[in-house]
């Protein structure tokens, strides 16, 4: 039961193999930090791989065949694509799912306002987050604006070196005696989380002022100096923040961390890590008796809710479109396609953290550099809110995973008392399918900055790959 350190299981191929992977991951979480933006990056590497839409398949009346490959896009926010094998779909498919949803910060609908000299954007936290780690640190703008004639703008502001970023402000430690003696969760309150656009009135930009006295002195003129340039910049106006979704961002691209350069330093790999390397498996996997798929989802850091989300029939109505272009689609026979599936629910594990030894058992926990880690349960507590991978199942795993030599380990999110977390796998078991959650080890979870090591990333895309061929109970 003694614990591997991943590194040194590498020869110099994969250790380059490493590095080579970590940079595309990079690039990945650079240019997807919202879900619309990982699915118009997804969709793009999928179409140079040779898949086709699954909805221009429907209506041309196409059929499809093994070895073929489909995706479906739904909302602009989640994706399901299939690498179709040869066996009929009915005996089960091979799953990775994962979720490429991320806390942050969202532009309420009403937000932007004028406050001692400041212009401010007021927003609403999403996930789980501590909220003092959102204040003083440079902060980005992601997401589309849709007008009431339907067009679209997408603004993205704060991740180019010329761009201006955002913030929002904290107390100076001189007069923060009082906040200094409140509990953790109320030092910054849900409802100070406003960022600051902008201190300039709209008079100073005006060279031609009728009215001398007046100068300076119009109502809101900072706010007004923030909706010009939104009108000059995206022909944007207030009424349209009504249909915008704004996602606040840390500003700033993923980093090599240490003077090892072992780990990445990023925002959203949770869960975006395990969404990267399943996609990456399903490009590098090869033709196989069975079909596999993977689902990229929205809205897991909120309960799998909506339409977006995986408590949505938008994965169920996907596989029914592919049975039916496969030429073997009835009702029962997608109830057994479900239900003799197997599934690697991929999403991330807590790392083990000396610094906060004691809210971790040693010898159940995940550690950076340990592979690819398998939670047989997740839920909180008395395991409640769980799906519990049964022991078949992960006899099963761990036979392919010693056949393809994955390194990977096993553990709990944290002591039994202290709390938990879930993921989607308990929404796919509802189906009766062999599910149990998988993934990355990932330190500073839900902060704005999160860490994990290179080599668990490689690994855990070894292990989907191995997955992806090799599971049929």
């Known amino acids: 039961m003694e614990q591997k350190n991943t590194w040194e299981t590498y020869d110099t191929k994969q250790l380059e193999e490493v590095e080579a992977f970590a940079r595309e991951y990079m690039d990945f979480l650079d240019n997807g930090k919202t879900e619309r933006e990982c699915i118009d990056q997804i969709v793009n590497t999928l179409e140079d791989a040779g898949y086709q839409e699954l909805e221009a398949l429907v209506k041309e009346g ?13 909302m602009n926010k989640s994706i399901v694509f299939f690498n179709i094998g040869r066996e009929k779909m009915e005996n089960g498919i091979n799953i990775l799912g994962a979720h490429i949803d991320s806390p942050r910060l969202d532009v309420k609908q009403n937000p932007l306002y004028e406050d001692g000299g400041f212009a401010y954007l007021d927003t609403h936290y999403y996930g789980g987050v501590k909220k003092y780690q959102w204040v ?19 603004i993205n502001v704060g991740e180019n070196e010329d761009d201006p970023v955002f913030f929002v402000s904290d107390l100076l430690i001189h007069l923060a005696q009082e906040q200094m003696e409140k509990k953790a969760n109320k030092v910054i309150e849900g409802e100070a989380l406003d960022i600051i656009v902008g201190n300039k009135p709209l008079v100073i930009d005006k060279k031609k002022k009728d009215d001398e006295e007046d100068k300076g002195s119009e109502k809101d003129a900072v706010k007004k100096g923030i909706l010009d340039i939104l009108k000059n910049n995206y022909d944007m106006e207030e009424e349209d923040f009504i249909s915008a979704e704004l996602e606040v961002v840390p500003a700033g691209k993923a980093r090599e961390a240490g003077f090892d350069r072992s780990m990445i330093l990023a925002y959203g790999q949770d869960d975006r890590v395990c969404a990267f390397s399943s996609l990456k498996a399903m490009l590098e996997m090869g033709q196989t008796d069975r079909t596999a798929c993977c689902i990229l989802v929205d809205k897991e850091e909120v ?38 599936s197997c599934m690697l629910s991929s999403d991330v594990s807590s790392a083990f953290d000396p610094t906060y030894a004691a809210s971790f ?15 047989k349960f997740t839920g909180s507590r008395g395991k409640s809110g769980s799906n519990d991978a049964n022991a078949e199942y992960l006899g099963h795993i761990r036979a392919i995973f010693d056949k393809e030599k994955i390194n990977f380990q096993t553990a709990e999110l944290g002591k039994v008392d202290l709390g938990g977390g879930g993921t989607i ?7 009766g399918m062999n599910v149990i959650d998988s993934g990355v080890a990932v330190l500073n979870m839900h902060a704005p900055w999160e860490a994990t090591s290179k080599a668990d990333v490689y690994e855990t895309k070894r292990g989907y790959v191995a997955f992806l061929e090799n599971a049929d109970l």
Not at 146 to 153: A, H, M, P
Request: charged share 20%; hydrophobic share 45%; with cysteine.
């Open 425 to 431: 796998a308990y929404i796919l078991a509802l189906y």
């Open 136 to 154: 003083t640190i440079p902060l980005a703008i992601h997401g589309v604006v849709v007008k009431k004639d339907g067009s679209t703008v997408e």
């Open 303 to 340: 309960g799998s809710v909506g339409a977006t989300g995986m408590q949505s029939r938008f994965f169920e109505n996907a596989v029914a479109e592919v049975m039916n272009l496969f030429e073997e689609y009835s009702e029962m026979n997608l109830r057994r396609c479900l239900a003799h």
């Open 361 to 375: 058992d040693k010898k159940n926990v995940a550690y950076l550099g340990g592979g690819m880690v398998f939670n």
């Open 62 to 74: 196409k059929k499809i065949k093994a070895g073929d490959k489909v995706y479906s896009v739904w």
